[in-house]
């Protein structure tokens, strides 16, 4: 039995408190799992060849003499031999708006809205294993400036509040499809998570004239939950995590929102991911995981600082998590960070 | 792909927000799931026989001539032969304080706090299997007043803010044990979820002079999101479910928490229990669900009216509602509440 208290803690911005349990992760189940996470012998509608099985890409990198070419499929017709190419999702949580459609918001107990958006699924290599823990450097500068392209297209849009990019890795982490893709959700309102990290920040920003983030960053740099870094990235696992061996990756320049980005930081964040995501599948074993960045693209330009969230799935969240809002973690930041730390530097050397 | 939009709703209270994606269901994955869950050969801890494989009981039930007699173990004695019994989790979330343990909180990015509290396990039954679902409604009863017995106990710490009653039915809802039993643990702060509900029902009662849940149930029993009632209680699908086949249990009467019950009032709920997740097993196969009571025990009493939430575990929560705190549901709250009212009047009519 646990000698030494568990610690609660909150999160550095959000009201978001979790328990650092170390000794629960000892506990005894009677349940004897088997997974089989096995790829089904079937047609993969990410595949080149397979183009037809989507709707019109959006967005095609193609190869051209020396660069890339970019363009979009029109109906009937599909690109082939392309980089990376984004489609709209077939089963699409959110859809654009169609003429004399009703958008507006119904208040009182039930208050309701369109869900008007975009739903899009961003192969990110021909490749159907090219996942970014394993993934070329040179493929990954591809996938952000991919990023790039439909995060600018989609938030220029009237009735988009919030771009929201993420990634979804393995059957218990959500993942249909097993070809490596990214998916970006545009919708018409800002995500609560959101809106409390950018009310937090601003009234920081009120009080101290400054960034919290850019503060978070140089106390975790030299904490021991530091992870890696590089000329223009920091890597650490939160203070409050929420998932054992969850790291955020934040630029060290002060901006909003992944469109702030330059070239040389596009590719420090490819080499970023690669070494991050690289370590965490070779530190226990390709483990499923989320992911999820947190940008601001118009307006909180001083105060808010951009930045991707890294959750491994190891642990469920049950009844008390899914019914109150508080967290159990059993593997603390301090812990993670230390193997995190050592995987990532084994990585580092391989690419 | 979708012809109707899709619908994005507000929940009554929480500034949480769910799309109802019901297009998606029908997506196909390439993933093979098998996942075996059946119980290991070896020693249950919460057996009858093994009473010293966990820590001394704080609370049994014993079977007396026509009643039930109360005690607790003394250390290095078990009691035999009990109905129901509550035991310190043996790797507990929270612990009680001890003398001279640092209890503050400190402030700024670094917020911490001892996780001082309890965490227990309540056997619901010497029966491996005796779930809700299948449970007689005698046994209910017992296992729901020694819930009230708990609270009272835990509610009455001076350290205690909350005391959270939970289950976790099966490995993919995060139950580690497989024997019948729900877990309790009590908190030195009050949850997030807990702390927005207290928030906009009290908001409510100051403008309307009346209960915010009453009013909901009072429009939810007529809409196409009810499902059953008896006497004391009601049962629907909530507004903006954020689980498929989510649905809640309020009693008519208005109170704050369980402790407020009448022993009419308990016997109701045992049937009412057992008939709502006897019908969710026979509709969806003995799903894999958590439930948490949502109540307040002390203040409030006026504006907060104590619930019970049951969330299936039939999707997993992605990149999106990780990173967001938006939520896509792909079954609607009318169609789960058509499914599971036919399901319950079936129930009802075995017990």
Redesign the interface.
């Known amino acids: 039995?646990?000698t030494v208290?568990?610690?609660?803690?909150?999160d550095?911005l959000l009201?978001?408190?979790v328990?650092?349990?170390t000794?629960?992760k000892?506990?005894?189940?009677?349940?004897?799992?088997?997974?089989?996470?096995?790829?089904?012998a079937?047609v993969?509608?990410l595949e080149p060849g397979n183009e037809h099985m989507t709707?019109p890409a959006v967005l095609v990198y193609l190869p051209t003499n020396g660069g890339i070419r970019k363009d979009r499929d029109l109906n009937g017709f599909r690109h082939k031999n392309w980089i990376v190419r984004c489609v709209p999702n077939?089963?699409?949580?959110?859809?654009p708006p169609?003429e004399g459609?009703w958008l507006g918001l119904e208040s009182g107990?039930?208050?309701?809205?369109?869900?008007?958006g975009h739903h899009e699924v961003l192969i990110e290599s021909p490749k159907h294993h090219e996942h970014p823990s394993v993934a070329k450097v040179s493929q990954l500068i591809h996938v952000i400036n991919a990023y790039l392209d439909r995060i600018q297209e989609l938030s220029s849009k009237p009735y988009v509040k919030?771009v929201?990019v993420?990634?979804?890795h393995g059957?218990?982490?959500?993942?249909?499809?097993?070809?490596a893709h990214t998916?970006l959700?545009a919708?018409?309102?800002m995500?609560?998570?959101?809106?409390?990290e950018l009310k937090a920040s601003k009234e920081f920003y009120n009080k101290n004239y400054g960034c919290?983030f850019c503060?978070?960053i140089e106390?975790e740099e030299q904490s021991p939950r530091s992870i890696w870094k590089n000329k223009h990235f920091v890597v650490f696992a939160p203070?409050a995590s929420v998932h054992p061996f969850e790291f955020w990756v934040f630029p060290k320049r002060h901006q909003c929102c992944l469109l702030d980005l330059s070239r040389s930081e596009v590719e420090a964040l490819a080499k970023t991911m690669r070494v991050c995501l690289g370590g965490l599948r070779t530190l226990l074993g390709d483990p499923p995981y989320?992911?999820?960045?947190?940008q601001i693209t118009c307006g909180a330009r001083d105060y808010y600082h951009w930045h991707l969230?890294v959750?491994p799935r190891l642990?469920?969240?049950?009844?008390?998590e899914?019914?109150?809002?508080?967290f159990?973690n059993v593997v603390s930041p301090e812990d993670a960070a230390k193997h995190l730390r050592e995987a990532m530097l084994e990585e580092e050397k391989k690419i």
Chains 1, 2 share one sequence.
Not at 290 to 294: K, L, P, S, T
């Open positions: 039995m646990s208290a568990n610690e609660l803690r909150k550095y009201d978001r408190w328990v650092i349990a000794q629960r000892k506990r005894p189940t009677d349940f004897k799992q088997r997974l089989e996470e096995k790829r089904q079937g993969c509608a709707p077939l089963y699409p949580a959110f859809t169609k459609e107990l039930f208050t309701r809205a369109s869900a008007t919030y929201s993420f990634r979804n059957l218990e982490a959500g993942a249909s499809l097993s070809h998916q959700i919708t018409p309102i995500p609560k998570i959101m809106e409390e919290t503060e978070i106390q203070w989320n992911f999820g960045f947190h969230e959750y642990t469920i969240w049950a009844g008390f899914k019914s109150t809002g508080m159990i």
